[in-house]
């Protein structure tokens, strides 16, 4: 059985190891607020946080991707965070 102190240690690591994750993925600065923006609309609209970091990290990942190639941002991410949930 884990102690709460394990368990909150284990968050901690893998919390550390997101960030560093996602320090090499380098997004725009449009793209990072967009993120920023869909995770304060999330949250308002009653999702859960794990729910919403899934959702945040699918798409940092796929704005990444698109980035990385060229594409424009507005075209997958449309002019608002609500635009991009209601797609979903």
Do not use: H
Not at 19 to 42: A, H, T
Not at 57 to 72: C, D, M, Q
């Amino acid at each position: 059985m884990l102690t709460k102190c394990c368990v909150v240690n284990q968050m901690q690591n893998i919390q550390r190891e997101m960030r560093s994750l996602k320090n090499d993925l380098k997004l725009s600065k449009k793209s990072q607020d967009f993120l920023e923006n869909l995770r304060v609309y999330l949250f308002s609209s009653g999702k859960q946080w794990d729910e919403i970091e899934d959702i945040v990290n699918e798409l940092e990942i796929y704005l990444f991707e698109a980035e990385k190639n060229g594409n424009s941002i507005e075209k997958i991410i449309g002019n608002s965070p609500k635009e991009k949930v209601i797609e979903q």
